[in-house]
Structure formats: structure tokens, C-alpha cells
């Protein structure tokens, strides 16, 4: 049981409830205890993939949380949360409402390298302590402001989320209907789609984007659709998880260790150079490109090493 299960995560629940739900998943099963981390938080109110590592896998849950993530989030205009979403309550109101083709002009200006403040209300320290205890008890909390990148930032047009522009049917109109208040095409809310770097605050996001459109706003929806190369597709439920535990089936959505390293180039090794680096030992004479690479000895990962001037070093090694 070394690999990784990508989740979906539900709403209502954190990232350490849902690894904890996966250890309570494999004891059912009767599998053998094994190391259980996530790749990535989730806030409670977010859904979506969260790679959980099994096992040796769990060497790469760092670089899980360095990699890139892709959001899908709406942002409901007119009034502004102190946690920036459902859960807060209202410390800021406006009457502006922003038509599809403002939010379109706006969006270039959140693309590529931005500055942004992390929300009072996560999970940053502040002389020790978390900034979202400190808000709960009611001390203004400053965080300094952090640089990071934003890929890619549209309007959603996936298949959970609407059409904004032209909904093609009577039902999708009536879902549009429910959703937005079109009085002269001014919206009171909208869901994009978004590809971050790592520390970006969609919620920040959110907030600073409904600001630019001269309103306030805060995040209503907020589903995580990739992290690093998981995807939605290969995640599965709560529910299903404890079935195929339950029923012996649990492998048949276990993906290899080295499903989180599919930028990583392979790089045969002999036996012998096997157990050297298992011995944490660096090697000379290697031919290949400078950088890092997955060190395999017949296909088996031995550990994932970095080549240099100096020669190739383990970075992390496998026990398989």
C-alpha cells in the first residue's frame, strides 16, 4: 500500500478529518497499518481533490504542496465576510453589482505575478499562534502580504457551473436564473476558474477582484478540481473509499508512488548503484541531464535524486 488515493473531498469537513477517514477506511478493511498524509490542505467549506499518500508515498507530500492547484470559486457581490465566505459574518455591504464584461476587464489585472494579504481567518502564524485564533478572539490580526502567481483566471464554463453569457436551454436558464440577479446584466455572483501558485488565498483572490470591481465580496463556492497531476477524474467519494475498503477492493483506485512525480524524469540504475544510494551515498560518472530525477532499478523507485557537478545525491529515498 504505497501510492496515492485522490479524494473528494466533501464540504463540512478538514483535510485531517478526511486522512483520518482513510485511516479508518483501511482498518475496516483489515489492511495493514500504514502512514497516511494529505498532499494539500482543504478549508472546511471546500471541496474537491486532495491527494492523500499511502505509505513511501507519503516522502512526497511536501512537493504535493508546492505544486500547482486549479479552483473553480464564485465570488457573490455586495457584502464582504470577516473570513471572506459563508461562514463569517458581514463586515463590509455595496449596492454596485459588476456585469459580465467588467469582471472579463478586470481579470488580466489578476494574472501572472500579483501581491496579495492572506485572510486573517487561516491558518499563517503570528508570533506562535494561528491567525484564525487569534481573529476568533476578537485581536486584529495584520499578516504581511505575499507574492504569488496566478496562471490562468476565466469565467467557469465547466460543467458545474453555467453558461453565464448564453444559456442554451430553459432549464439552464432557470439555473441561471436562481443563481445570478440580471437586472440590466449586473451579476450577484459569478464563478471562475482559476490555476495558483502555492500559498495563493482564493478568498483573498475573491475579495480583492470584487474590490477592483468597486463592490466587496466573499467566496461562496470554492472546489479544488487539480492539485499537482490529480485530477477530479480519479477521485473518489468518502463513501466509496469506505465500500472498497470494506469489500477488498481498495487497490483497484490506488495509484503508484509515482503518480506524484509525472514531471520527473526516470533514471535507470543498476543493482549496485541501487544500494549505494539506498546507503545514502552520491554517485559519480552518471550520464544525464543535470537536475532532479527518479532513480529506478528495474522499474522499481529507488529514490528520487538530483544530479549535479558534484554528482548524483539522494534528495529522498524509497523502502520498496
Known amino acids: ?42 478549508d472546511p467549506l471546500a471541496s474537491g481533490v486532495l ?16 505544486a500547482d492547484k486549479v479552483y473553480d470559486f464564485t465570488i457573490r457581490f455586495g457584502a464582504e465576510t470577516d473570513t471572506l465566505d459563508l461562514e463569517g459574518k458581514v463586515i463590509a455591504t455595496s449596492d454596485v453589482r459588476p456585469t459580465v464584461a467588467e469582471v472579463e476587464a478586470v481579470l488580466p489585472r489578476f494574472t501572472g505575478p500579483i501581491t496579495q494579504v492572506p485572510p486573517a481567518y487561516s491558518a499563517l ?16 490580526v495584520t499578516l504581511a502580504s505575499r507574492d504569488v502567481t496566478i496562471h490562468q483566471l476565466s469565467i467557469s464554463h465547466s460543467s458545474e457551473s453555467w453558461n453565464l ?15 445570478f440577479r440580471w437586472n440590466d446584466d449586473r451579476l450577484n455572483e459569478i464563478t471562475l476558474s482559476a490555476r ?3 500559498g495563493t488565498y482564493i478568498r483573498s483572490l475573491a475579495r480583492d477582484i470584487a474590490q477592483a470591481l468597486e463592490t466587496v465580496g466573499h467566496v461562496t463556492m470554492l472546489r479544488r478540481t487539480k492539485a499537482g497531476p490529480f485530477t477530479l477524474g480519479a477521485a473518489i467519494s468518502l463513501d466509496k473509499l469506505s465500500e472498497a475498503a470494506k469489500g477488498r477492493t481498495l487497490e483497484q483506485h490506488l495509484l503508484p508512488l509515482t503518480a506524484g512525480l509525472d514531471d520527473i524524469p526516470a533514471l535507470p540504475v543498476t543493482p ?21 530525477h527518479l532513480a529506478t532499478d528495474r522499474g522499481i523507485p529507488v529514490a528520487l535524486v538530483e544530479l549535479s557537478e558534484e554528482g548524483l545525491r539522494v534528495v529522498r529515498g524509497f523502502n520498496l
Do not use: C, F
Open 272 to 292: 549496485d548503484q541501487a544500494g549505494a544510494l539506498r546507503q545514502g551515498r552520491t554517485l559519480i560518472g552518471i550520464a544525464a541531464k543535470p537536475g532532479l
Open 196 to 198: 495558483v501558485s502555492k
Open 51 to 66: 491527494p492523500v499518500a499511502l505509505g513511501e508515498a507519503t516522502k512526497l507530500s511536501g512537493r504535493m504542496l508546492d
Open 125 to 140: 502564524k503570528v508570533d506562535g499562534q494561528r491567525a484564525y485564533d487569534l481573529a476568533r478572539a476578537g485581536k486584529n
Open 1 to 42: 500500500m504505497h501510492g496515492w488515493l485522490v479524494i473528494d473531498k466533501p464540504v463540512g469537513i478538514g483535510s485531517t478529518q478526511a486522512v483520518g477517514a482513510v485511516k479508518r477506511a483501511l482498518r475496516e478493511g483489515g489492511y495493514p497499518k500504514v502512514k497516511v498524509g494529505h498532499g494539500g490542505t482543504l
Open 165 to 179: 453569457t448564453s444559456p442554451s436551454t430553459a432549464s439552464d436558464r432557470e439555473k441561471r436564473d436562481s443563481s
